[in-house]
Nanobody
Framework: QVQFVESGGGLVHPGGSLRLSCVLS????????MGWYRQAPGKQRELVAS???????NYADSVKGRFTISRDNAKNTVYLQMNSLKPEDTAVYYC?????????WGQGTQVTVSS
């Protein structure tokens, strides 16, 4: 059983920063490709950023240069540092753990960017 604990969401002004954290338990974290996805109201869930077990990173074009994904295998944790936040970044952000045979999802954390 894979369990997630997500934290770090909240309300922030445009231009501000937040750091999301996702702690994974129950499986061997270091073998997973970890990702952050988001879903805004009325829109499909989209990939924001991912990081492989070998620390190859991938970002959506809309967040390149503003967001940074990282992982700490000793703490079973993946982070998403979000800087220069924009109103269009408002969404529920979901942590994902991926293997070739399974996808596991966290419960989501709300990020709201508003003045």
């Amino acid at each position: 059983q894979v369990q997630f604990v997500e934290s770090g969401g909240g309300l922030v002004h445009p231009g501000g920063s937040l750091r999301l954290s996702c702690v994974l338990s129950g499986r061997i974290f270091r073998f997973y490709t970890m990702g952050w996805y988001r879903q805004a109201p009325g829109k499909q869930r989209e990939l924001v950023a991912s990081i492989t077990s070998g620390e190859i990173r991938n970002y959506a074009d809309s967040v390149k240069g503003r967001f940074t994904i990282s992982r700490d295998n000793a703490k079973n944790t993946v982070y998403l540092q979000m800087n220069s936040l924009k109103p269009e970044d408002t969404a529920v952000y979901y942590c994902n753990a991926h293997t070739t045979s399974n996808d596991y999802w966290g419960q989501g954390t709300q990020v709201t960017v508003s003045s």
